[in-house]
């Protein structure tokens, strides 16, 4: 069974917020998605490419005020809408595997000294902090920007999806460090 490309999804999604051009998809990724679901820049124009061949989306030159040179925005079609709708619909039939490289290192630990692995516990736990942190900075911008857009409440529901996994991981890490700190 090959492997579905959500990038496609990616793109119908950001064309229902106020992403227009491959610019403003681009920022909006780094700022939310990427926490959660990686899209390369370069993954991004032959999408959209893509999705206007389709039928899906529509291109449109814009004379941007600012520089006065034109620029490609795009925008989604009916046809997107239904193809968007038709994938959030469907039903999610299997759990993805997460590559994570702390957990393969653990996995092969015991040919380290113990001093390392709690290292790289520590290391991670650093991390996995310094990520809640930025969790919560976007959560109170949200909230302090809020324009009572729906979209909101579902950032929101993702946001607080990745600050609850980030806080568990936390504490697995705290146990972990004081269970290999043992004798």
């Not at 069974?1 to 681009?26: D, Q």
């Not at 006065?68 to 925008?75: A, G, I, L, W």
């Not at 380290?112 to 930025?134: P, T």
Request: charged fraction near 30%.
């Amino acid at each position: 069974m090959s492997k579905e490309n959500y990038t496609k999804y990616v793109i119908l999604g950001l064309l229902t917020t106020h992403c227009r051009s491959g610019y403003s998809m681009k920022k909006m990724i780094d700022t939310s998605l990427n926490y959660f679901w990686k899209v390369s820049y370069g993954q991004i124009y032959p999408t959209l490419k893509v999705l206007v061949d389709e039928g899906l989306a529509e291109m449109s030159d814009v004379v941007d005020d600012g520089n006065k040179r034109e620029k490609k925005e795009y925008s989604i079609t009916e046809k997107g809408q239904e193809e968007l709708r038709d994938w959030l619909q469907r039903p999610i039939v299997s759990i993805p595997v997460e590559k994570n490289e702390l957990l393969l290192k653990l996995f092969f630990s015991r040919n380290v000294e113990k001093d390392c692995s709690i290292e790289q516990l520590n290391s991670y736990l650093h991390l996995q902090k310094e990520r809640l942190a930025v969790y919560q900075t976007i959560e109170k911008m949200i909230q302090s920007y809020s324009t009572g857009l729906e979209d909101e409440r579902y950032w929101l529901i993702t946001l607080d999806y990745g600050k609850r996994t980030t806080n568990a991981v936390i504490e697995w890490c705290e146990e972990t460090i004081r269970m290999l700190s043992k004798n």
